[in-house]
Antibody, heavy 124, light 107 residues
């Protein structure tokens, strides 16, 4: 059974870079059938897609965050990572990683399964 | 980007009754719509994709319908474990976008 687990600091200072890793177990991140994505949820609010990555390194980003986001993959560790620069309090959220099925050439699909999420607070 | 609007924001229903949740897209998303259930402190769980296809392991009391801009999630005969927040998500256009959620509470 595929499982995803987020990890990283729970507290980041304003203007610094948020860094999180998602470890995939029970399956290979190098599968040709899937992309891997990051989604976030501010406390008490809705969901926002951040971006998605293929094992080859191909990425898609949300235009609203694109200038500050970098998603990378490490196939040797079965992990993918998120970096969000110049964070502010508005970036405080639970960050989830999830799998996205690839159909055709685009990972425009639903997210399943999801990791349990990790809360990142931006505060000095 | 496509804006997804869910209604109502909160729905109060008694156990055993039917719940009908709505999701509207600001432009057509064809049938490229998913529904998720989220319980407090948990990650969202996929219920429906393709507007009407139940995900693996999802009970038959959950059904989805609609296409274009209007979608419905129906839960027949509500069970205690069904009270949660439900989100719709379109995947027809970049970026993926989600509705703001409908909280289904016990009446």
């Amino acid at each position: 059974q595929l499982q995803l687990q987020e990890s990283g600091p729970g507290l980041v200072k304003p203007s610094e870079t948020l860094s999180l890793t998602c470890t995939v177990s029970g399956g290979s991140i190098s599968s040709s059938s899937y992309y891997w994505g990051w989604i976030r949820q501010p406390p008490g609010k809705g969901l926002e897609w951040i971006g998605s990555i293929y094992y080859s390194g191909s990425t898609y980003y949300n235009p609203s965050l694109k200038s500050r986001v970098t998603i990378s993959v490490d196939t040797s560790k079965n992990q993918f990572s998120l970096k969000l620069s110049s964070v502010t309090a508005a970036d405080t959220a639970v960050y989830y990683c999830a799998r996205v099925i690839l159909t055709g050439y685009l990972p425009l699909n639903w997210f399943d399964p999801w990791g349990q999420g990790t809360l990142v607070t931006v505060s000095s | 980007e496509i804006v997804m609007t869910q209604s109502p924001a909160t729905l109060s229903v008694s156990p055993g009754e039917r719940a009908t949740l709505s999701c509207r897209a600001s432009q057509s998303v064809s049938s490229n719509l998913a529904w998720y259930q989220q319980k407090p402190g948990q990650a969202p769980r996929l219920l429906i994709y393709g507007a009407s296809t139940r995900a693996t392991g999802i009970p038959a009391r959950f059904s989805g319908s609609g296409s274009g801009t209007e979608f419905t999630l129906t839960i027949s005969s509500l069970q205690s474990e069904d009270f949660a927040v439900y989100y719709c998500q379109q995947y027809n256009n970049w970026p993926h976008t989600f509705g703001q959620g409908t909280k289904l509470e016990i009446k």
